[in-house]
């Protein structure tokens, strides 16, 4: 089945410094990966997406992904976080329904 | 501006009694879903709708029930039968095609006591 893994459930780190948060996802022929930002009570909010083409998307607020298909991840990185970054993120893959990782809490600490 | 709008954001019911919650699109998606959210589990997919009559169960679909009558609204009732229906209720759309991304409400916070 498929499935989609986020690897640490929370991510505590200072402002201004960089942040990767890690997912993994399994193998298939056609892969389309997202990630999505919530933050608190609200809906989640689309951040970026591979589909195809160049294996690294960018997102208008400084974030961006790498797919990696020989390791299959999409890891989420930013080089210098702020304290508005502080919410969940998901990671998901869309085959059909959309599966979606765990999430991974980023807190951003001044 | 386009959207998807949940309502209420916050509902409050006795155990026993029957729940719906309101999900309604103006973006002429085809599709339309509806997850659960609890606290370290994620979301996981309660039902889905592809096309107007027509929905699928999803992961947790035991004690829930959805109708399609209209491509704008996806209702949700949360019935007597759910165990334990307190939760984060996020519904979501998309335009169907298969790597469409999905568009979420602000969901909808149920507590059953």
């Known amino acids: 089945a498929q499935s989609v893994t986020q690897l640490d459930s929370q991510v505590p780190v200072f402002e201004e410094a960089p942040v990767e948060l890690r997912c993994n996802y399994s193998?298939?022929?056609?892969?389309?990966l997202f990630w999505y930002v919530q933050y608190p009570n609200q809906g989640l909010q689309l951040l970026l997406k591979?589909?195809?083409?160049?294996?690294l998307v960018e997102s208008i607020n400084g974030f961006e992904a790498e797919f990696n298909k020989s390791q299959t991840s999409f890891h989420l990185r930013k080089p210098s976080v702020h304290i508005r970054d502080t919410a969940e993120y998901f990671c998901?893959?869309?085959?059909?329904?959309?599966?979606f990782g765990q999430g991974t809490e980023l807190s951003v600490k001044p | 501006d386009g959207g998807i709008t949940q309502s209420p954001k916050y509902l409050f019911r006795k155990e026993g009694q029957n729940v719906t919650l309101s999900c309604e699109q103006n973006?002429?998606?085809?599709?339309m879903y509806w997850y659960r959210q609890d606290p370290g589990q994620g979301l996981r997919l309660i039902y889905y709708s592809q096309i107007v009559n027509d929905f699928q169960k999803g992961d947790i679909a035991e004690g829930y029930s959805v109708s399609r009558e209209k491509k704008e609204s996806f209702p949700l009732t949360v019935t007597s039968a759910q165990k334990n229906p307190t939760a984060f209720y996020l519904c979501?759309?998309?335009?169907?095609?298969?790597?469409?991304?999905?568009?979420f409400g602000n969901g909808t916070r149920l507590t059953v006591t």
């Open positions: 973006l002429n998606h085809d599709a």
């Open positions: 591979y589909l195809s083409g160049s294996t």
């Open positions: 979501a759309s998309s335009a169907g095609q298969y790597n469409s991304p999905l568009h």
């Open positions: 193998s298939s022929v056609s892969v389309y």
């Open positions: 998901g893959r869309r085959g059909g329904k959309l599966i």
